[in-house]
Nanobody
Framework: QVQLVESGGGLVQAGGSLRLSCADS????????MAWFRQAPGKEREFVAA????????DYADSVKGRFTIPRDNAKNTVYLQMNSLKPEDTAVYSC?????????????????WGQGTQVTVSS
């Protein structure tokens, strides 16, 4: 079954760093835009970052700009989320998503494949 699988979550102190990975077992990775979303308890899912298929363009939510980056390795069918200077408000379940749509939008409805998510907890 073709799927997205996240890894790398965990518990970290405020100010620390984590790198999440999302491996795609499908054959369309190099043609798909990839994104990370997160959902904190009691809150709606929110967009975090996205990257175009070639990696030439990225988009970040204002809340993570300057702290997070979203590199990808098309040879490994993997996208990453490098998270630095973490804050307690970054605590959430982080999920990766993909789309072969031509236009990248921040709305979750634009993304048609999803991973199961990985928990990130930032302690103060």
């Amino acid at each position: 079954q073709v799927q997205l699988v996240e890894s790398g979550g965990g518990l970290v102190q405020a100010g620390g760093s984590l790198r999440l990975s999302c491996a795609d077992s499908g054959r369309t990775f190099s043609r798909a835009a990839m994104a990370w979303f997160r959902q904190a308890p009691g809150k709606e899912r929110e967009f975090v970052a996205a990257i175009t298929p070639s990696g030439g363009s990225t988009d970040y939510a204002d809340s993570v700009k300057g702290r997070f980056t979203i590199p990808r390795d098309n040879a490994k069918n993997t996208v990453y989320l490098q998270m630095n200077s973490l804050k307690p408000e970054d605590t959430a379940v982080y999920s990766c998503a993909s789309t072969t749509a031509l236009t990248i939008r921040r709305s979750a409805y634009n993304w048609n494949r999803w991973g199961q998510g990985t928990q990130v907890t930032v302690s103060s």
